[in-house]
């Protein structure tokens, strides 16, 4: 028989049953503090709810033994745990068990339905987890688990919680501030972060990273002052590192609260200065032989003759070739070909930034650049094939996808990630 009424619930009492007494909550039920919040109703042998509730830092109303409140502590919201009718033969219960947390729900036998329980027992598990989406705005979250017994008369076991939703969401923040001044391998690098939470103090995690590599890893002695001021983490740069650098700062409060997405809650690339030498192979170097078509094309240097002069040039592309390694592997240098009075030893470029294209056409220019710095204007023919030239690009542009890092924030070569590898 399904009941979905008062009036039909009445109708009940005309069958053989026996009223469900209300029991005194189990031993634990009635805690000043729950984490997470458990506790149990009734007897096992008659009709019993148990539950569990995660996901928020609860305690008990004031005078209630089955309602709490509370803040939520981030992460999915779960109420979960077991409840059970036994009825002996010849007695006979309308029963229906529910739970809800936010919009999702569970019920047995379904909906607003109830079940016939009679010389049996009915034990059904249920479980209803809520994970707030990003952005979720709600200030409360409500949530409850209800066991609903009519036989004679209806009685029902019931818990609830309501969950402070703006708490977890905002509390710690961390911000790594942009790393202005260059990074200098065997120097001290000062690099700016900043924490605020609600309670004041923070704990701060801060991580230094080579390639998506952990290199290095710090955290305060204890919980300091969060109140947004900017703060300088002073950390020496091994004299063997390459790059690319970047640090990544998170936080956790007194309450056990992180910061979001810790432990990468918020980064900045630093630029470590390295010698070019370091990070790049000349022209067509290691990675690139394995390809037998392109190796009898790359070299450091080709000759251009020029037919009116009789002569030939010899173009030394070296330079340009190690700006496009470093360019793929997102590392920072000088550029020795682009150099000026201001730059005299060549401007600094930091390249991890900068997607695929950008690196194989500055490739280009650099060519040309020194085309025309190592051919004389008056070898006009030879000068001329030589900025025409486009095999090493052609095959950059081809071939390059295989060793462009694409993700810099990953170890190894990523073929796809947030450097466009088109």
């Known amino acids: 028989m399904s009941l979905s009424s008062r009036k039909s619930k009445a109708m009940v009492a005309a069958l053989v049953g026996a009223t469900v007494a209300l029991a005194a909550p189990v031993a634990g039920a009635q805690s000043l503090r729950a984490a997470p919040a458990s506790g149990a109703f009734g007897d096992p042998g008659d009709a019993y709810l148990s539950y569990t509730i995660t996901g928020g830092d609860l305690a008990l109303r004031e005078g209630s033994t089955n309602k709490y409140i509370g803040e939520w502590t981030g992460g999915p919201i779960t109420i979960a745990g077991q409840m059970t009718v036994s009825r002996a033969s010849g007695f006979r219960s309308e029963v229906r068990m529910s739970a809800k947390v936010g919009d999702r729900s569970w019920a047995w036998p379904g909906g607003d339905a109830y079940g016939t329980v009679t010389g049996r027992t009915e034990t059904q598990s249920y479980s209803v987890t809520f994970t707030p989406p990003a952005g979720y705005s709600e200030k409360w979250l409500s949530g409850s688990a209800a066991?609903?017994?009519?036989?004679?008369?209806?009685?029902?076991?019931?818990?609830?919680?309501?969950?402070?939703?703006?708490?977890?969401?905002?509390?710690?923040?961390?911000?790594?501030?942009?790393?202005?001044?260059?990074?200098?391998?065997?120097?001290?690098?000062?690099?700016?972060?900043?924490?605020?939470?609600?309670?004041?103090?923070?704990?701060?995690?801060?991580?230094?990273?080579?390639?998506?590599?952990?290199?290095?890893?710090?955290r305060t002695s204890s919980a300091i002052t969060a109140d947004g001021r900017r703060r300088i983490w002073r950390t020496r740069m091994s004299k063997s590192w390459k790059g690319p650098m970047f640090f990544c700062v998170w936080a956790e409060n007194a309450a056990g609260k992180r910061s979001v997405n810790a432990p990468r809650s918020s980064c900045a690339w630093l630029r470590l200065l390295v010698p070019i030498a370091s990070v790049s192979n000349k022209c067509g170097g290691a990675g690139w032989s394995s390809i037998t078509a392109i190796q009898n094309y790359f070299g450091n240097t080709s000759k251009f003759y020029d037919s009116r002069l009789k002569h030939s040039y010899r173009v030394r592309f070296v330079d340009a070739c190690n700006l496009h390694d470093a360019g793929y592997g997102g590392h920072?240098?000088?550029?020795?070909?682009?150099?000026?009075?201001?730059?005299?030893k060549g401007k600094v470029v930091s390249f991890h930034s900068w997607y695929r294209k950008r690196v194989d056409d500055k490739f280009q220019r650099d060519m040309r650049t020194l085309c025309r710095r190592q051919i004389p204007s008056r070898a006009r023919i030879a000068?001329?094939?030589?900025?025409?030239?486009?095999?090493?690009?052609?095959?950059?542009?081809?071939?390059?996808?295989?060793?462009?890092?694409?993700?810099?924030?990953?170890?190894?070569?990523?073929?796809?990630?947030?450097?466009d590898n088109t």
Do not use: W
Not at 179 to 187: D, M, S, T, Y
Not at 332 to 338: G, H, S
Not at 411 to 418: D, L, N, R
């Open 147 to 218: 066991l609903v017994v009519c036989g004679g008369v209806c009685s029902s076991y019931t818990v609830s919680f309501d969950l402070d939703m703006t708490k977890a969401a905002t509390d710690p923040v961390v911000r790594a501030h942009q790393v202005k001044p260059l990074a200098r391998r065997g120097k001290i690098a000062r690099l700016p972060f900043s924490v605020r939470d609600d309670s004041g103090k923070a704990t701060v995690h801060a991580v230094l990273y080579q390639g998506g590599t952990v290199v290095r890893r710090v």
């Open 332 to 344: 920072t240098v000088r550029d020795r070909i682009n150099r000026s009075r201001k730059y005299r």
């Open 383 to 419: 000068r001329a094939r030589c900025l025409a030239g486009t095999v090493r690009y052609d095959i950059v542009r081809a071939f390059g996808y295989l060793f462009f890092d694409a993700e810099l924030r990953e170890p190894g070569t990523q073929q796809i990630g947030a450097r």
